[in-house]
């Protein structure tokens, strides 16, 4: 982890593999659990393909309840949780996860880890259903993790209300809470990067917003943002090439470059089927179809919008997939 916020990802790669080999050599199995939620849920999650991660973050997991060892399980199983988001796992699968975890939490009077997972599975829940019926739990959550200076709480708040409120196309709720995140991170010992999730949807958020108004200043903010994507690229290409051939393509689009722009949301598509996030190639599509809609192409806007909602639905976001349909212009 400190050789990560350093991005020295090289070290820190050599270190874990030294630390799960001597794990593996005096088959410490008691250590298990601890070893694997550093490794498999923080430095590999950078390097290699994330779904790889899920099935050591559950094995962790499931040895130290073995062992004893519960709070590092319920790490584990926490982690597992945030890496199959960021992986596009399927939402159902995922929610079902969540309520078996929640209940151990619970039962094994892990709560902090417990209240840690709420954020994420408010996500969930919202794009699988599309509803508000958690708004006041959340309110109750948020004001006290304000109350009790449960920073990472809210800043996950922050975090994964933006990730949803962009999905559903709700651009300035989704600006404010990077605005929110970003303040509340200068009170913080070290930021969140969520294996380069964060800075994808803050260039995709901030993008989205240029396109609504010409007033706003997004030119060094994507800048930024791409920097940082390009270099994750060169860390672990399958987790992030896509993401930054969205960005290009949407950057393209703003500045009229519509040849260009076409290309990049065609590659960055098939880069995000090859590379299997299939929520991430949703998105893809449904802003190739915003593209072709602005560029007066209705046949291809169509075709992608169509593709966009059975990816949404493969996904398990029917919540998302439904208001999609809705809100399709023709």
Not at 36 to 48: A, S
Not at 169 to 192: C, G, I, P, T, W
Not at 242 to 250: D, G, I, P, Q, V
């Amino acid at each position: 982890y400190f050789l990560c916020e350093f991005q020295d990802f090289k070290g820190a790669e050599h270190i874990g593999r030294l630390a799960i080999g001597v794990l593996e050599n005096l088959k410490a199995k008691e250590y298990l659990s601890q070893v694997y939620i550093c490794t498999y849920g923080g430095i590999f999650g950078w390097i290699r393909n994330l779904k790889r991660n899920l099935e050591p973050l559950m094995l962790g997991y499931q040895i130290g309840m073995q062992t004893g060892d519960i709070q590092h399980a319920m790490f584990n199983a926490n982690c597992a949780i945030k890496v199959g988001i960021a992986s596009g796992l399927n939402l159902k699968e995922l929610e079902r996860s969540i309520k078996k975890f929640g209940k151990e939490m619970i039962e094994y009077k892990q709560t902090t880890v417990y209240t840690q997972m709420q954020p994420m599975a408010w996500a969930v829940s919202d794009l699988i259903h599309s509803t508000d019926e958690n708004n006041m739990e959340r309110n109750s959550l948020l004001k006290q993790a304000v109350e009790t200076n449960s920073l990472v709480v809210e800043c996950d708040m922050y975090i994964f209300g933006a990730f949803v409120a962009y999905i559903y196309n709700n651009y300035d709720l989704a600006a404010y809470l990077v605005q929110k995140r970003r303040e509340l991170e200068k009170k913080m010992s070290r930021k969140s990067f969520l294996f380069g999730l964060i800075a994808f949807y803050d260039g995709l958020i901030f993008l989205a917003m240029a396109q609504k108004s010409s007033e706003f200043e997004w030119t060094s903010e994507v800048s930024d943002v791409m920097s940082k994507i390009d270099r994750f690229v060169q860390i672990g290409k399958s987790n992030n090439e896509h993401k930054l051939l969205l960005l290009e393509a949407e950057t393209k689009s703003r500045l009229g470059e519509t040849d260009k722009a076409s290309k990049k949301y065609e590659l960055a598509i098939a880069a995000a089927e090859i590379n299997g996030f299939v929520h991430e190639q949703a998105i893809a599509n449904e802003r190739a179809a915003d593209f072709f809609l602005r560029n007066n192409d209705r046949i291809k806007a169509s075709q992608h919008y169509g593709r966009a909602n059975h990816l949404y639905i493969q996904w398990g976001a029917q919540g998302k997939a439904n208001n999609l349909c809705k809100n399709i212009p023709f």
